[in-house]
Structure formats: structure tokens, C-alpha cells
């Protein structure tokens, strides 16, 4: 008994000196990861006060409705092709300034930013704020990206970023210390933070001092040149190109301001993103983010991500997941230890198709011009029997325009022509010069040919599949017979492009949010990226170097409105703007959406904390998770 009692007293000091040693370690190193700690004690890392910015980032914990969370584990993705890690970029969401959850800007990366009538823009940097490899973010790195590689003849071909561009006017940069820079216009630059906060921003930065090793004013004639063979391009600019990607962080070796880095080069089939030890990041409780010790994303066929997803092999997932998987999502929840939410997606539509008014076929051409065309169109859909056949009567049918959740949103928009009146459509289809057809009911083109229409597709979804069945149906109703034809998203962007396509389909708006202080960019011929007008948009974004200048009087007016926005000296003028660009736009069937307000399945593990029930899941603002900061979210278990 004696024994058995001094034994059990034993036991009883071993385990609350174990204890009290347990709870010394996590005091000790309070603030920071365990992993991290131990390389500080192992001398590998500085302390944690070394490497956070003296002003660090504070997450408001209590307004974003989170918890303190712990450290560890690896958070699992799937991806469908190895160029999806740029996505992890879109997620990270570390920018100069961006959206707080609210949709406001504010600063992130930076400490502060000050505007004089937006055409002036202070920025300060967070004094010892560190690159993942410890070197310093200073005015040099901005300096090195506009000097060395905007203004570089062979680095800087395409020229001037558009949103750093006022009526073709360059920005007047200045450094003012090794923390503060300048940008400054004569006129107000109204687009130029939201370009720096967007998903894939304009980077205005670079680690110059990993980076000079890839230039030619920098770098030993030799070392480049041995670099340049070896990596099998044609020139040090092209090395320097492929070795300082930041939206698709394929180079493990440059240092990153995100709060995860990518740790494997590819090609591979699974990508390790480790934590970044000098993030800027930290909770209501001083401890540095992230949470999560590692990303891990693995690469595999899109077709099977929502199966994969549905046996818990992933911890967060929603690209590559269907409205249509959700039933069998939640049938799997409790076996495999998930849980399916369904976010609000943020697009101005779900998809919408997108005739090609620079498309090369001059028949083809004059009727996408042609307005009654594009409205017949439109008015053949039934956008309700499609929302109850493919969405359950959950979306809104709609034109592309945005949604209600946004200040901008009017009735008018939404109806603009999306109503189903298959009548008035044949009424449109005779005033467009289709009024014949032949013995199969199609109508006739004006050259005689049957009014046979192939819609480009990337062919990245059975459901937009579906809804495309359901539309030819519709249009083959009022005399137009239309094909499905399906390729990779990079060879339907290249015809699209290169106008060898009539009409494509492919996500509406990507803003359906927008507030009268964000870009209208979407509205107006600005990008070749836009399928309706791809060539008018090369033409602006080259600064007339390659495209063509548009020539239709309703795109030439919002492409002046927009100008007009990005120099627009108040609130009230942006709104003006704003509605009469949406005016335009929805009344001339620019694009014709088909329904909005759609839900997107989110999936996530049972035990993963502060990632929100309800959310906006679209690629502007939000970034998908991006606002929603997956550097806060942790695993309970």
C-alpha cells in the first residue's frame, strides 16, 4: 500500500512537472508556429519580433466573426492541370491594399496609402517588413520593377500596364525614402488601387534582390548566359520572365510576400506550399499567421475533383464543383467527415454567350452587329424552364448585369431583354434579314446558307453543357440551328481572339457586386480577354499597337464613358457613369446572360475553423476565399 501510494504520488508530480513543462513550451513560444519556433531555437530563423514588420497587419478577429485558432496540420486541394496553383495566389490574397469582407479597401501589404484627388497616390511601405527569405521590402523593389522592367526595352514590350495608363498618360514615379513611393497623374486615376487589389493584380513589385540575378544590367555576362542555356530560352529576358512569375509561382527560389510559398517546381503532380516564416499577419492575440503548416495541392483530372472531393480528399474545394454535385456531396458529408455549404456566386451570369462582333466571317459579322440579332436571340431562351431544370428554381433568370447585392443594380438591367418571347424573336430574326428558311424550318442567311451557328466552348462543365443543350433546343424553335463545339480554354480563347468563332459561351460579369467606386472596365472594349469585342480590346490595351479601333457607335460610347469614369471627379459622377455604361450594355445584348444568383457547393473538412457558412464565391472582389483570409483558418483536430 505504501508503495502503491508513493507511486501514484510520483506519477502525480511526473505529470504536473510534464504539464507544467508542456505549458512552458507554449508560452515560450507564444506567437508563432511550433515548427517555425523550433527553427528559432535551432538558430535557422530570427525571433519572432525580428521577422514580423515593426507595424505588423492586425486581423480584426471579432468583426470577421473568428476564432483564435491553433497551429498545424495541411490543408488539402485538388486542382485540374498544373497552371491551377496561380489559383493558390488568388486564394492567398496578400496584396498592397485589397477588399477587407466588407468590400472596402484597405491596406495590407502596405501600411498606408494616400491619394490627392486620385491623381496623386502616397504608398508606405511596413518598416521591416521582410521577404519570405528574411531581405527587406523596400522602395528598391518598386523601383526595380518600373525602371528595369516596365521601361526596359526588352523586358517592358507590351508597355505600360492599361490600369497605370490615364488617356495614355504614363504615371510620374518617385521615390521618397526607402519606405515611401509615389505614383502621380495629371489626371485622376479612378482604377488604380482596385487594379492593385484585384485577384490577378498588377504586381508593382518584384524581390530585386533575387531578381537582378536574371538581368543582363545586373548579372555576370557568363552566370546569365550558363542560366539562359540551361533553362533552354532564347534570351535573358525570357529567363528573366519565366523565373519572376508571382500570379503562378513556379520558381521555389523567389521569395514571396503571400503567406504560404510554393516549394516544387514542375512539372508535378502534387505542389508543397510551406508557410512563410515573415508574414506580416498576425490575430487579436499577437500570434503570427498562418495557421495551417503547409498547402498541399494535387493535380488531377477536373472530371473526377467532385468525386475525389466526395471521399474526403479534400480539406477545402470548390473550383471543379458543380450546382449539380451538391446532392451527392451531402450524401457523403458523414461518411467521409465534410461539410457542403453553398455560396453565393458573384457573376453577372452563370454563363453567358458572347457574340463575336470581330468575328472574320463577314456574314456572320454583320448579323452579331447587328442588334435585332443579338435581342432574337436572347429573347428565344426560357431562362425558366432552364433555372428549374438545371438549378431547381434556385437562380434568378437574368441578363448579365449586376446582381441585386449590388448598389448599382437596377429592374431594368436585369429584364433587359431576357424575357422569353419567342414571337417578338421572329420578329427580330425577319427585320435582321433572316425571314426565309428552308424546307427543315431553319432560316436562311443572307447569302443563301442555312443559319447553322457553332457556339465555342472550353468544355470545362457538364452543367454548362446542359444548359447549352437546352438553348439550342430553344433557338432551333425560331429557325436557328445551333452546334456545341468544345476545346481547351487556351485554344477557345485563341479563336475567339483571332475571330474565328461567332459566338462562344463562358462566365458573365465577373463583378456582379460592383459598387460605383469599382473599375466598369467589363463594360466597355478594353481587353483582348473579352470575347464579344476581342480585337477592339487589343486595340486599347496595346495603345493602338495591334487590334482594331472599334467602330460601332455604341462601343465607341463606352469606351468614352469609361474613360470618362476613370477620370470622374466625384462619387456622383462615377454613379452617372456607371448607369449609363449598364444602360448600353444590357440594351444592346453585348453578351446574353442566361441566369444568376447561382450557388456554388464549398466543401469543407468537418474540423476546419473560419471558413465562413455563407460567402460571395466569385473572381472579383472577393477572390473566391480570398477576403475571407485563409491565412485565419485552422484545423480544430
Do not use: C
Not at 452 to 459: F, M, N, P, R, Y
Not at 593 to 610: D, H
Amino acid at each position: 500500500m505504501v508503495i502503491r501510494k508513493l507511486t501514484m504520488a510520483l506519477l502525480f508530480a511526473l505529470s504536473v512537472a510534464l504539464l507544467f513543462n508542456f505549458q512552458f513550451i507554449r508560452q515560450s513560444h507564444a506567437g508563432e508556429a511550433p515548427d517555425i519556433a523550433q527553427m528559432v531555437a535551432n538558430g535557422k530563423l530570427p525571433p519572432l519580433e525580428e521577422r514580423l514588420p515593426e507595424d505588423p497587419l492586425v486581423v480584426d478577429f471579432d468583426a470577421e466573426g473568428k476564432t483564435i485558432g491553433r497551429y498545424g496540420g495541411e490543408l488539402r486541394m485538388l486542382m485540374g492541370r498544373a497552371k491551377d496553383i496561380g489559383q493558390i495566389t488568388v486564394y492567398e490574397y496578400a496584396r498592397l491594399i485589397g477588399y477587407d469582407v466588407n468590400i472596402e479597401l484597405v491596406p495590407d501589404l502596405l501600411e498606408s496609402v494616400e491619394s490627392v484627388e486620385d491623381k496623386e497616390f502616397t504608398f508606405k511601405i511596413r518598416k521591416g517588413h521582410r521577404w519570405s527569405d528574411g531581405h527587406l521590402l523596400t522602395t528598391e523593389d518598386f523601383r526595380y520593377y518600373w525602371e528595369d522592367v516596365i521601361k526596359d526595352p526588352e523586358l517592358g514590350r507590351q508597355g505600360v500596364p492599361s490600369a497605370m495608363l490615364v488617356e495614355g498618360e504614363e504615371p510620374v514615379f518617385e521615390i521618397i525614402d526607402d519606405l515611401t513611393f509615389k505614383y502621380s497623374w495629371s489626371k485622376p486615376n479612378k482604377s488604380f488601387l482596385q487594379a492593385l487589389a484585384a485577384p490577378s493584380p498588377v504586381w508593382i513589385y518584384l524581390p530585386a534582390h533575387y531578381v537582378k540575378q536574371f538581368h543582363a544590367k545586373y548579372a555576370d555576362p557568363e552566370k546569365l548566359a550558363a542560366m539562359v542555356k540551361e533553362a533552354n530560352v532564347d534570351s535573358w529576358a525570357a529567363l528573366h520572365t519565366r523565373r519572376t512569375r508571382q500570379r503562378r509561382p513556379e520558381n521555389p527560389d523567389m521569395p514571396t510576400l503571400q503567406p504560404w510559398q510554393n516549394t516544387t517546381p514542375p512539372p508535378a503532380e502534387r505542389f508543397v506550399f510551406v508557410r512563410n516564416p515573415f508574414f506580416h499577419r498576425v490575430d487579436n492575440e499577437g500570434n503570427q499567421l498562418p495557421y495551417i503548416d503547409k498547402l498541399l495541392v494535387d493535380i488531377v483530372s477536373k472530371d473526377v475533383i467532385a468525386a475525389k472531393t466526395g471521399s474526403g480528399e479534400s480539406n477545402l474545394q470548390a473550383r471543379y464543383i458543380r450546382f449539380d454535385n451538391f446532392t451527392f456531396l451531402k450524401e457523403s458529408e458523414e461518411k467521409h467527415g465534410f461539410i457542403t455549404n453553398l455560396w453565393t456566386t458573384g457573376k453577372g451570369s452563370e454563363y453567358a454567350l458572347y457574340p463575336n462582333l470581330n468575328t472574320k466571317d463577314p456574314v456572320w459579322r454583320g448579323l452579331m452587329r447587328d442588334a435585332n440579332f443579338r435581342r432574337a436571340l436572347s429573347l428565344a431562351i426560357d431562362r425558366d424552364e432552364i433555372n428549374e431544370v438545371i438549378y431547381f428554381g434556385l437562380a434568378s433568370p437574368s441578363a448579365n448585369t449586376v446582381l441585386p447585392q449590388s448598389p448599382l443594380f437596377r429592374e431594368e438591367y436585369r429584364e433587359a431583354w431576357s424575357y422569353f418571347d419567342p414571337d417578338k424573336a421572329n420578329e427580330l430574326l425577319d427585320a435582321a434579314g433572316l425571314g426565309a428558311r428552308d424546307d427543315d424550318g431553319v432560316r436562311l442567311l443572307p447569302n443563301g446558307e442555312r443559319a447553322e451557328l457553332t457556339i465555342e466552348s472550353a468544355g470545362e462543365s457538364t452543367e454548362e453543357t446542359d444548359v447549352l443543350e437546352l438553348v439550342a433546343a430553344q433557338w432551333k424553335a425560331i429557325g436557328i440551328k445551333a452546334f456545341v463545339r468544345a476545346s481547351q480554354r487556351d485554344i477557345f480563347r485563341r479563336r475567339a481572339a483571332a475571330g474565328e468563332t461567332p459566338i462562344s459561351v463562358f462566365f458573365g460579369l465577373n463583378n456582379g457586386v460592383a459598387a460605383p467606386t469599382m473599375s466598369p472596365e467589363e463594360l466597355a472594349p478594353v481587353s483582348p480577354a473579352q470575347l464579344q469585342w476581342p480585337s477592339w480590346g487589343e486595340y486599347y490595351e496595346t495603345g493602338g499597337k495591334a487590334g482594331e479601333p472599334p467602330d460601332m457607335p455604341e462601343a465607341v460610347e463606352l469606351l468614352d464613358l469609361f474613360k470618362e469614369w476613370k477620370t470622374s471627379a466625384d462619387v456622383e459622377q462615377q454613379i452617372e457613369v456607371w448607369h449609363k455604361m449598364l444602360d448600353i450594355f444590357t440594351d444592346q445584348a453585348f453578351s446574353i446572360g442566361i441566369v444568376n444568383n447561382t450557388r456554388q457547393p464549398v466543401v469543407t473538412s468537418s474540423n476546419l475553423r473560419n471558413v465562413p457558412e455563407e460567402g460571395i464565391y466569385s473572381w472579383e472582389p472577393t477572390s473566391y476565399f480570398g477576403i475571407y483570409r485563409p491565412d485565419t483558418f485552422w484545423f480544430e483536430e
